[in-house]
């Protein structure tokens, strides 16, 4: 691995890794940490070139960050988590999971896509906008190089497709919010594709996890008790 993730852990037990999303970091978790901690060994990490992670000289896409993932966990000897992944967090749980499935335990995906259409039109066009805008200025400046970087992730990947979904055994809970940018028929598409999976729709937007917490983290501890 050419670089160290950055992370944070707290409690003692079986591995639960947390996910952040695009152009976030393990802060994002804020309420899921201390929650879990009382029963996992929690382990939030900063995605390459997210929080203090360093971006090093690999491709920035989602693949590289599984391929991450699975370096970070041989590192740390982990040989199978729990693994709770949010918006990109999500997709590189998936990602992760088709490559490496005997590495996973239970997996929650929260607010993931299959393919950048499954994102809401209002939510993806600025996103497209954004990204051209930040492509063109990306060789003037460095900060716009890594914010083109940042929103390509949004709107190139990733590409699973559904059926891929079959191979996937493990229990997995789907998570969406009432008003998520993921479309619901997007998240239901997700669900139905999965042979060994719940999913629970709760009230809030994209950002259930740490906006409507108390509901979120009750949604996975019961998928994890059982």
Known sequence: ????????EQGQGQPMILLHGNGENCDYFEHQI?????????IAIDTRGHGQSPRGEKPFTIKQFAEDLHDFMDEKGIGKAILLGFSDGGNIALTFALKYPERIEKLILNGANLFPSGVKPLYQWPIEIGYRIAKQFSKKTEKAKQNAEMLGLMVNEPHIEPSE?????MPV?????????IKESHTRLIYKSLPNAQM????????????????????VDIFLRK
Do not use: C, W
């Open 1 to 8: 691995m050419d670089i160290k993730l950055n992370f944070i």
């Open 34 to 42: 201390p929650f879990f901690s009382q029963d996992y060994h929690v």
């Open 165 to 169: 979904l079959a191979r996937l055994t």
């Open 173 to 181: 809970l789907v998570v969406a919010g009432t008003k998520d940018m």
């Open 200 to 219: 629970n729709i709760i009230e809030g937007d994209h950002f259930v996890a740490n906006k409507n917490a108390e509901a979120f983290n009750k949604v």
